[in-house]
């Protein structure tokens, strides 16, 4: 009782600064208090505010078209960038994580200056950690208006005279840590880009994908869903980092702590793909979904030292993660398993992680390697932020030398496990 009554306060006074901030900005649900007082589970409640723009709604039969089809494209402006660059945005048909069509949406960025090297121009599919649950939080409406929290990297990239891909890899739904989603997306994604010519990027283009944290987990889900999803897709590498493959580690690592209310925030993105996890959600859960619905991961990761609330609290069902809805969800989100990439993977991670323990991309690791796959893995000295900087040279390193036609060393290989 004691925890409810700490919990509900904690979300009350959330709520009233959610309600002033999306009331300021246009973006509340029709009836946010409303929703508050009487919540109900109906997973339409609790998906994100569209944006409004018609250019991101399908046409009437999408459905019947096949993955990676071409529906809408675009000219944007994306910065800022040192090198100058065409941006086109492309919305195309893909599948969401129960294989449902659905549409996504790709930004690809290409340097005006020719391709001087050997072969098609390469290709890095760079995914963002969204981390967040609202549609402007999605890089398609971040990086025209200047304001991607990853452009850095992008630049890196583009300096190489490489063309950089970004998609919206959480789909329309904003299916935060929902991999079969993301995955899916970045094959449709590069799917689409190969299709319109005047892009310059042909099949043949070599690619590379690469993400950290929320990132990796999209990186790692296009690697193992591409031999049977997408083999037409020429990805010759993966390199990812902080990864995040097993959200039944993540209930010790997060859940409870001022890591909380990503962990919380994860929950309502991967509910959003599978909405059967809302008959599992108390008043409170449902409260807290309204709350968050629209919020990008710098309102909702400070949550977590002001109310640190454990996912338990959000259902009244005893060991609910025990349940067989979320059993079944926890396996169906777990990266491995009986999914192995064909291309080359890199992996890199702290040896000091404590949101994200080394277990996961160590059994990851071993699971890949058992089943035939080719991959590095390297940890170094630190925790997740620290190596968020520390690992990019050795990642990138590694990307160059993919894209370069230069083979991956055959079988597995470990540094500093």
Request: hydrophobic content about 45%; charged content about 15%.
């Amino acid at each position: 009782m004691t925890v409810a009554v700490r919990v509900f306060r904690s979300m009350t006074a959330l709520f009233t600064a959610s309600i002033l901030t999306l009331s300021a900005a246009g973006t509340a649900s029709a009836d946010p208090i409303g929703n508050f007082l009487a919540p109900v589970a109906d997973p339409a409640l609790y998906l994100p505010t569209p944006l409004g723009e018609p250019w991101f709604d399908p046409p009437a039969g999408f459905e019947q078209r096949p993955p990676g089809s071409v529906l809408a494209t675009r000219t944007v402006q994306v910065g800022p960038l040192l090198t100058p660059v065409t941006s086109t945005q492309i919305l195309f048909r893909t599948n969401d994580s129960k294989d449902r069509p659905v549409a996504g949406v790709t930004t690809v960025i290409v340097p005006t200056a020719p391709w001087t090297g050997p072969g098609s121009r390469p290709v890095v599919a760079y995914n963002m950690a969204i981390d967040s649950l609202g549609n402007t939080c999605a890089p398609s409406w971040t990086l025209p208006r200047g304001i991607a929290p990853e452009i850095v990297p992008v630049q890196s990239f583009l300096r190489k005279n490489y063309a950089v891909v970004v998609t919206d890899h959480q789909g329309p739904r904003q299916g935060y840590a929902a991999g079969p989603m993301a995955g899916h997306a970045i094959l449709d994604a590069l799917r689409a880009m190969v299709a319109l010519p005047q892009l310059g990027l042909p099949a043949q283009s070599p690619i590379a994908a690469t993400g950290y944290s929320g990132g990796a987990i999209a990186s790692g889900w296009a690697a193992q869903l591409a031999p049977t999803y997408a083999p037409d897709v020429n990805l010759v590498g993966v390199a990812f980092g902080g990864a995040p493959t097993d959200y039944r580690i993540l209930l010790r690592s997060l859940n409870g702590t001022v890591g909380s209310t990503l962990f919380l925030s994860a929950t309502l993105g991967v509910a959003r793909e599978y909405p059967e996890m809302f008959t599992l959600m108390n008043a409170n859960g449902l409260r807290l979904a309204t709350i968050a619905k629209d919020m990008c991961i710098y309102l909702t990761a400070p949550g977590g030292i002001v109310a640190p609330i454990p996912a338990q609290a959000l259902s009244d069902i005893p060991d609910v993660d025990r349940t067989p809805i979320a059993e079944e969800i926890i396996a169906a989100t777990r990266m491995g398993g009986n999914r192995t990439p064909s291309a080359p993977i890199f992996i890199y991670h702290g040896q000091q992680e404590f949101w994200i323990p080394k277990q996961g991309p160590e059994t990851l690791y071993d699971e890949w390697c058992a089943n035939g796959a080719r991959v590095r893995l390297e940890e170094y000295v630190g925790e997740h932020l620290v190596v968020a900087l520390t690992g990019i040279p050795g990642a990138y390193s590694w990307i160059d030398d993919r894209l370069a036609g230069i083979p991956a060393p055959s079988g597995c290989s470990s540094f500093g496990r």
